[in-house]
Structure formats: C-alpha cells, structure tokens
C-alpha cells in the first residue's frame, strides 16, 4: 500500500481509466494542459527514450505508458512532487517504464546524456517571476506557475540540448508567449512543426497553445485546427470528451 502524507489524495487520472496519481490541493494537482499535452505529443509506440521536464507529480509520463512501450523520464526539481510522481509509479507498477530524476533541468549533464531522446515534453512555468510581494504565499504553486527556477529559454535549450537530432519537442504554454517560443525553438535549432490554438469556447480567445518542433528540421509549419473544450451549453465537445475521457 502506497503511503499518503498531509493532504494527499489518491486520483484516478482520466475519467474512464484504472490509473491513479497521487495528488494534493495544497502542492500540486495536474489540470488540463498536461491531459492535452499527452495528448498532442507524438510518441514511438513500441521502443525509444521519452524525456519529460517539469514533471510535476508525474502526469505526463504516466499519461504517456497509454500510448507507448518507449522508456520514459521525468525531471522535476521540487523535492515534494518528485516523492509523489515516485510513490504513483509504486501504486501503478510503472517503475520499469518511467524513472523519475529530482533534479534541475539546466544542469543535468550527470543524469542525462545530450542528444539521446526521441521525443521531449514539457510543461513548463507560463508566468515570468513577480515581484516577491506578488507571489503566491504557497512555494509549491508559485515554483509551478512562474519561472522561479528555470526561463523559457532554459526549457527551450533543456529541450534541444537532450533531444536527438530529428528528435521532436512538444510544449505547451500560453498565446502570449507565443512569438517567444518561436523566436527561441529557431534560436536553439528546434524547427517549428506543428501549433494548435485551444479555446474555452468557440468566440472566446485562445487561452492555450500546443506546439511541436524538430531539432534541425526543415521550415514547414502546419496550424492544426482549433481545439474548442466547451460547447455553448458550458459541456465538453466532442472532441475534448474523448481527450479528457481517455478513449
């Protein structure tokens, strides 16, 4: 039996699936960036090397064994979420799969080979850090949501430093930092792919941004469809349910 520590509470990770995170209201608990992330990302089916940076508890690898056999690893520098993704690794049984690493991703050239991965995710902080009168009093949430401890410049080099040439990247983060992203994906040899816009609602703005590229890749870059997650009634579409619901 997996031991709960606090507030901890054991989650079942999509709506119709028998798998299960360890979460906590008061330090992390996943949302849906990172269902849509696991989503979007192209993943090996049957061999490769994943690596996930910002883990948090662990979501976006667990999320990942559903779609493939690859060998996946987590990074995630706060000590309390890397406890909880390894303690979810024991109540799902996944430590042949996925290996968690409590480490910093801007200095991991002990822990990780360079240009080694097939694929990289992440979701990383959106916000650019406040002034310490703004933040959050909670460390957890304001070290997830702001870039406290890594830029993103340090994720876009973590990425291109650890994937393989070829290798694809996927991200998601907020439209606003859109043109960033695009000027440091072509600043760190990471070609721009693939980019989809998620909205709340069809009318309203986009308030989510996927994005995929290839390190060294070719310029071609393909603008998916919109993904809409509610429908005018305020109940998922159609497609968000079957993203969300796990089918």
Do not use: W
Not at 131 to 140: P, R, V, W
């Amino acid at each position: 039996m997996v031991q709960l520590f606090d507030d901890e509470r054991i989650d079942y990770l999509l709506k119709e699936d028998d798998m299960q995170i360890i979460q906590s209201p008061t330090v992390f608990s996943f949302s849906l960036d990172a269902v849509l992330l696991a989503h979007f990302t192209y993943v090996p089916i049957k061999k490769g090397q994943i690596l996930d940076l910002c883990s948090g508890n662990g979501v976006i690898p667990l999320l990942l064994t559903r779609r493939s056999r690859a060998q996946i690893t987590g990074v995630e520098i706060q000590k309390r979420l890397h406890d909880m993704a390894t303690r979810s690794l024991d109540l799902n049984e996944l430590n042949e799969q996925i290996t968690m690493i409590h480490g910093d991703l801007t200095n991991m050239k002990d822990e990780l080979r360079h240009s080694s991965f097939d694929v990289v995710t992440c979701n990383p902080p959106y916000f650019k850090t406040p002034a310490k009168n703004e933040q959050n009093k909670n460390d957890f949430l304001t070290i997830a949501r702001h870039e406290v401890f890594c830029s993103l410049e340090d994720v876009v080099k973590a990425c291109k430093l650890h994937v393989r040439p070829g290798g694809k990247v996927s991200m998601v983060h907020r439209p606003g930092r859109l043109v960033d992203i695009l000027s440091l994906f072509r600043a760190y040899k990471l070609e721009p792919k693939r980019i989809r816009l998620v909205y709340p609602k069809m009318g309203r703005e986009a308030n989510m941004l996927l994005i995929e590229g290839i390190r060294d890749g070719k310029a071609d870059l393909t603008i998916l469809p919109p993904l809409y997650i509610y429908d005018e009634d305020n109940t998922y579409t159609a497609e968000a349910k079957e993203i969300i619901h796990g089918r």
